[in-house]
């Protein structure tokens, strides 16, 4: 039997080349450039291509491992795997000209490139694509399963468009409140990683208390995966994030450490209640932040959410290299620096 | 037995109910503005909401009438005709963003109103809402079936990005061949009319030869239907198309009539290469276009057209009111003027 890590290295190729396998479908004429924005965002042509380029392939590695944990045949689970990560690009190309972000992952983002029309239509490509993709379980599984399999991915593209459409609304208000934020982030974060376990352990034909465990093992993640993209946004390392480090407070985004130190209402609040921050003050403000003990504050919710997740992982009854992979990448989930 | 008007009067009221149930289930709080862009949007609410906002519908009326005119029960078909009218409105939003098109039926459109993040991703909510809605065929009809469904509206959305990249990317061309025209044309127009009247069919679980010919009908439908707007597009009555008469010349788009006057090589042409077209150019220039039998041989093709798809339809052999709707709706595609 693999170890975990040999496992994960495993799936990792599979879903590369399985991802590859969708997107080069549509290399045909008069099609080149519509192949190759998409083949340009997944990473794999054009300047900076590369494993920086294509992003952590967390979320199909996670249906992947769910799938095996659960005594499934992960391979069988490969179109579902691919489809999460297509939902996932898809969401960060529309976020993209939303934010009106430039960069990503340290690359021109392709409205950037190729201007706003292309970056929408490429957007809805790839949307369409993901659930083409999933539809290709049915070389291995009933209609019946298909069909429930799709409903998941389509009740989370659902869910995607409404923490969007919050996080978008809440751009045009002073603050918001922590219930507010959750609101938000459950539907634009949490909602592709649950869907991920879910469908991970759905394709292993897991009982449906297992399947619901799993569910909120991925959610749980998810959660603990946005706190510390939160807390990464205000201290991460330049170097090592694509982006610039405190662009979250220079964008005026109210993540989870920006409304905490809001509440706190000490020199952070009454600075961020007097305006947009300025470049020059970015540093002595995130250092503000952590002297109220807002990163330590933002590290524990991590630290809690993650705890959360290996419980319901736990009460999913993984087995095998697959659940040793699960839990050691749980915990390594809220000291990422990255 | 219905009359083919009341028989398309009762389809109408039942769609239009249809479409409504879905988006009504979105209006929970906190969404209540994401729920109310789609309302808008759909012509229910907000200034100049009534039947001159909501389109004609003429998409899902032929896939209704489709089911009828092959014996199946058009209710059971009333999910699949809710979700085409949903990609074709997913698409009108997505549209008028990359087009900056400020009116729509002659209402602002979304993202005039409320900006082009909640533009982008209200488009988003309608995609996803059409394969939702197509799954509850799942009521009715076998996982099998659904399936098949499911794909068929997949592959159209794909056809539909397909059509709008290669509409993008003429924008920058000087000129086009009526062949580049064609191909995208079919995938912005033709696909999703094809769709509809396959979908109608396979729904009524039609032979596949009958169900190849209701596709065929479909698909040469749309192309009488786009050469037709093309025509508005330069010749149509203001005061009847929501949208300024010439727009189409102001905006420099390459429609069937323009290829045609550049490949005639008069007046028109010259002025054309020379630049932008001016707003006080555009009534000599649609004369010029006019006098060089251009409007003529546009009028003609589209009856070529509708001869084409009518041929179709006899081959399909449809069967009772819904037939006669289905030819009469057909003969006054090519004559339309809105």
Known sequence: MDTPDVLVHTLREALEA?????????????????YEMLAYHMGWMGEG???KATGKRIRPLILLLCTAASGGDWQKALPAAAAVEFVHNFSLVHDDIEDRSEYRRGRPTIWAKWGIPQGINAGDALFTISHLTIHRLAEFFSPDLVLQAAQILLQTCLQLTQGQFLDISYESRAEISLE????MIEGKTAALFAACAHLGSLIA??????QHHFREFGRALGLAFQIIDDLLGIWGDEATIGKSTSSDLLSGKKTYPVILGLQSNGAFAKRWRKGKIQP?????LAQEL????IR???QAEATRLTQLALAELSAAQPSGPAAEALSSLTRQMSQRVQ
């Open 18 to 34: 399985e991802l590859r396998r969708e997107i080069n479908a549509y290399h045909v004429a008069p099609y080149e450039l519509y």
């Open 49 to 51: 291509a590369g494993a």
């Open 180 to 183: 507010e934020y959750q609101v």
């Open 205 to 210: 034909n897991c009982d449906p208390v297992r």
């Open 280 to 284: 020059e003050e970015v540093l002595t």
């Open 290 to 293: 952590e002297e109220e003990g």
């Open 296 to 298: 330590a504050a933002t």
